[in-house]
């Protein structure tokens, strides 16, 4: 079974603060994506990358920046965490561009105060 | 922007009913996916159906999909507690560079 891990499920970090959500998966995929959830908006599109070391910016980028220096690997990065950034967190993965089932970590839910 | 959105926002029911939500998108799809996500949980990918088929089952699921009027549905037979979770719709398509939108979603509430 493919198996996408995130390295927190609850997270608490002060404003200012650099935050590093890390997501890991175990099936070789290429595709990799950090979407954020919050009530009454659904998910949202931060950043993802189709391969290593390139990224792109979804719909919502402002505020975060991503590191994918291994395959397996996607470091999602709040450069100084707000407030407005707490938020639940998901990570998918996908095994190449034929577009095909995303597979979700677990999520981390961040609490900046 | 969010390409698929989902009708109700909300549904209530009973154990044994039904469950019917719909997913409604704005540009031409390659494929439109559902998925359930249980409280708190990350998602879990239930059927994907192609831009060119018109219904899909899997088990208690059906999907159907009218790309003329832009539109999918979800139904959930002979519902289960355990089917309670929200359920969102996912699309990818050229005009979204390939990449995977999610609707809202649909909380769904199934009562014992």
């Known amino acids: 079974d493919v198996k996408v891990t995130q390295s927190s499920r609850y997270l608490v970090k002060r404003t200012g603060e650099k935050v590093f959500l890390e997501c890991v998966q175990d099936?070789?995929?290429?595709?990799m994506f950090w979407y954020r959830q919050d009530p009454g908006l659904g998910l949202r599109l931060i950043y993802f990358s189709y391969d290593v070391k390139m990224k792109e910016k979804g719909d919502i980028p402002e505020g975060y920046s991503v590191s994918r220096e291994k395959k397996e690997r996607f470091s999602l990065i709040l450069e100084s965490a707000s407030t407005n950034q707490t938020s639940m967190y998901l990570c998918?993965?996908?095994?190449?561009?034929?577009?095909?089932?995303?597979?979700f970590g677990q999520g981390t839910r961040l609490t900046v105060v | 922007s969010q390409q698929g959105e989902e009708d109700p926002q909300a549904l209530s029911i009973q154990e044994g009913e039904n469950a019917t939500m719909n997913c409604s998108y704005k540009?031409?799809?390659?494929?439109l996916q559902w998925y359930r996500q249980n409280s708190g949980r990350g998602l879990v990918h239930l059927i994907l159906?192609?831009?060119?088929?018109r219904e899909k089952h899997s088990g208690r699921l059906r999907v159907t999909l009218d790309t003329s009027k832009k539109s999918s549905s979800l139904l959930i037979t002979a519902s289960r507690a355990a089917d309670t979770a929200s359920y969102f719709c996912a699309t990818d398509g050229k005009a979204a560079g390939n990449k995977l939108t999610f609707g809202g979603g649909t909380r769904v509430l199934v009562k014992p």
């Open positions: 159906i192609r831009s060119n088929e």
């Open positions: 099936m070789d995929h290429e595709n």
């Open positions: 540009t031409s799809i390659n494929n």
């Open positions: 998918a993965s996908t095994p190449d561009n034929r577009r095909a089932e995303a597979f």
